[in-house]
Every structure is written in C-alpha cells, then in structure tokens.
C-alpha cells in the first residue's frame, strides 16, 4: 500500500490553504498558527490518508486530485460513500467528534494534500464565529450533495443513474460529445450503488441513445439532448 511522501511546505501550497472556503474567515494570527503546523504531502492512487498523526487526530485540505471515502460493511466489503474531487476536506468530522472515524480515505487520483492536527484547527475556529459559520455553510454543501446521491440511486433506474452521471460529466468538462470517465468502471458502478454487471447493462441501454464507449475510459455521446430528454422521460414516469 502507498503512503503519503511529506515535503517542506512551499509558499504556493500554503498560500492555496487560506483560499479554502472555511479557512478564509480565519484571523490572521489563528492562519498564521495553522500554516505553522501544516504538513503538505503527495499521495499516489490507493494511499489511504491515516486518520491520526503525531499529534492525534487530523483533518486533510485535498489541493489536487480526488479521494475515495469508503465504509466497511460487516462482511468484509467495502461499500463507495463519495467521491471528494479538490479542493475541499477530508475528515472534518475530526473536528467535531475526537472519537468516530467513519470512512476510510483512499487517494483515487495522484493528490497534494496538506494535513493538520484537528486540535489546532478547532483551537483556531473558537476563536472565530465568523469562520464556524463557514464551516457550517461548507458541511452543510457537501451534506445537500450526499442527500441529492441517495435520491438518485433511490428514484432511478441503473440506465437513469448512468445518463445523469454521463450528463453531469459533460456539462462540467464543457464537451458534450467526447468525454473521458474520470474512474474504472468498477468505481463508477460502485458511485452509482451498481454492480459491474449492471453497469454494462446500463451502457447497452444506452448505446441505443448513442453513447458509444472505447478502452481506457472514452466515451462518445452521439446527442447529449437525446440523453437528456430519456433521462426527463424515464423521471416523469
């Protein structure tokens, strides 16, 4: 298994750090404790983030790349909770419940991360109102998310599933005919509460919408309206 590969803290990762949304709220003398603390690190796909450090408990501000959050189940499998793209947290709970450790972190894409003992960072956020309110704000985000996900696997069909997901892609990258999955597919149909099976059955459906899929992950979609107007039509239904 991977590990995290610790350098010296540069200038531009931690000036990054003060731009991350809960942060920015933060007075100048509480930021300045932080950075003192900071430990930036690179982590290879499949390094999983240790919930503790040195100094206890911490909390990780991912700068690049994407992580996992996986749960175990009690017999032995592993069940996909999100998919956390940069910038944002990982392990905020720290910071409320010294405790619980409710996922497991696993880098999916090669990332630069920078980790902080959850006690100084709650140390700094008494000090600050304004900041607790920005967190609250960022966990109260990241929890509209989580919920909008139940209700997809909960409401549609795998195809559905598939098309919203495929739709989404394309509307972020800005091309709505070549698109590039970010994960295997295995990872994918584990996002979308699927089998790997399924998941094939997903894409021969929608193959006779034009999505056409190639190896290493390309996708081609033929008409993303078409796409759109199946996923509406299957929802009215």
Do not use: W
């Not at 350098?7 to 990054?16: I, K, T």
């Not at 032995?76 to 905020?92: M, T």
Request: charged residues 20%; hydrophobic residues 45%.
């Amino acid at each position: 298994m991977s590990s995290l590969v610790y350098a010296e803290p540069e200038s531009d990762v931690l000036a990054r750090l003060k731009h991350i949304a809960p942060f920015v709220a933060l007075r100048t003398e509480d930021m300045l404790s932080l950075l003192a603390v900071a430990r930036p690190a690179v982590a290879t796909p499949g390094t999983v983030l240790p919930s503790n450090g040195p100094g206890g408990k911490v909390l990780y501000v991912l700068l690049e790349g994407s992580v996992c959050l996986m749960r175990s189940l009690p017999k032995g499998q592993r069940c996909l909770v999100e998919i956390c793209d940069a910038p944002c947290l990982i392990g905020e709970i720290a910071l409320f419940d010294e405790q619980s450790s409710l996922a497991v972190a696993e880098v999916l894409h090669r990332a630069i991360v920078v980790e902080l003992p959850a006690e100084i960072v709650r140390r700094c956020f008494r000090n600050s109102p304004a900041a607790q309110l920005r967190m609250l704000g960022y966990m109260s985000a990241r929890l509209k998310r989580l919920i909008a996900q139940i209700t997809t696997l909960k409401l549609m069909t795998g195809p559905q599933r598939l098309a919203q997901f495929l739709i989404t892609l394309a509307e972020r990258g800005g091309n709505g005919h070549g698109l590039h999955l970010p994960f295997d597919k295995r990872t994918l149909a584990a996002l979308l509460g699927m089998t790997p099976e399924s998941l094939s059955r997903a894409f021969r459906r929608l193959l006779q919408l034009g999505v056409h899929t190639a190896p290493g992950g390309d996708v081609t979609v033929d008409d993303l309206e078409r796409l759109r107007q199946f996923l509406e039509a299957e929802t009215l239904n």
